[in-house]
């Protein structure tokens, strides 16, 4: 028996964060689900594919290998065995994770890589779709926002980059905007989701209210 726990919303509202603490509060396994998009995107641009090209992308899959692995700086990502992490969070990644995680053939694919990552754990999955597509019967859905001033403070500060907050706040309405009116799997939240608003709540009060939550559901597991 595993427990799952669903975590989605909008760039900035602390939803990695929280999924990383609480799963490190119950001993769990944790997945981002969106390094998985940029690993496929950090491929395709690494192979000098454009990445507007469904069928060259496609093709690229088949000999494509990625794995996560939990370690204490957080989640790995491994690209045909190479941890290629500390590459995913480039501002060309940001420009093309857009367009290659609108094609159904990569979300097919990743909800199959996905799935099989966390098949049989317990575990605490953060994205988009994680409560709509990869995981429906999650035991456990949480959607996370906050106001758009506020998610685009934490995106500064965590990039540690000099760009204008303005400019920041346009890029996280672009990928707002394209995450929620993509054709296929759309950023919305589940109706039977926890709605969690983290305009004005501190870390360490998002984990408290998602671990009290999984603790109240899940009583009588022993290992939380
Ligand atoms: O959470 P993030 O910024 O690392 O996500 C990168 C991109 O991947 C984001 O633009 C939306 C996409 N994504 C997605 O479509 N589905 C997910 N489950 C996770 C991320």
């Known amino acids: 028996m595993s427990f799952i726990v669903a975590i989605d919303g909008t760039s900035g509202s602390g939803k990695t964060i929280t999924a990383r603490m609480v799963a490190e509060r119950l001993g769990w396994m944790y997945l981002d689900t969106g390094?998985?998009?940029?690993?496929?995107?950090?491929w395709v641009l690494k192979q000098g594919k454009d990445p507007e090209n469904e069928k060259e992308v496609t093709q690229l899959l088949e000999g494509l290998d990625l794995d996560?692995?939990?370690t204490e700086?957080?989640?790995?990502?491994?690209?045909?065995?190479?941890?290629?992490?500390?590459?995913?969070?480039?501002?060309?990644?940001?420009?093309?994770?857009?367009?290659?995680s609108k094609m159904t053939t990569v979300?097919?694919?990743?909800?199959?890589?996905?799935?099989?990552?966390?098949?049989?754990?317990?575990?605490?999955?953060?994205g988009r779709d994680i409560g709509t597509v990869v995981f429906p019967n999650a035991d456990l859905k949480i959607y996370m926002d906050a106001k758009l001033e506020v998610r685009a403070?934490?995106?500064?500060?965590?990039?540690?980059?000099a760009k204008d907050i303005e400019e920041v706040?346009?890029?996280l309405l672009r990928r707002d905007y394209h995450d929620s009116t993509r054709k296929d799997s759309p950023l919305k939240r589940s109706l039977n989701a926890l709605s969690l608003d983290t305009t004005s709540l501190s870390i360490e009060e998002q984990v408290e209210r998602a671990v009290s939550e999984i603790k109240h559901l899940n009583e009588s597991t022993s290992s939380i």
């Open 153 to 161: 403070e934490r995106r500064k500060k965590q990039k540690g980059e």
């Open 68 to 70: 996560v692995k939990n």
């Open 35 to 42: 390094a998985t998009y940029r690993a496929v995107t950090y």
């Open 107 to 126: 979300r097919e694919w990743l909800v199959r890589v996905q799935r099989k990552i966390v098949d049989g754990k317990n575990a605490v999955v953060e």
């Open 73 to 100: 700086e957080g989640q790995r990502t491994y690209v045909n065995g190479e941890d290629e992490t500390n590459k995913l969070r480039t501002d060309e990644i940001d420009r093309w994770v857009t367009p290659v």
């Open 169 to 171: 706040k346009r890029d």
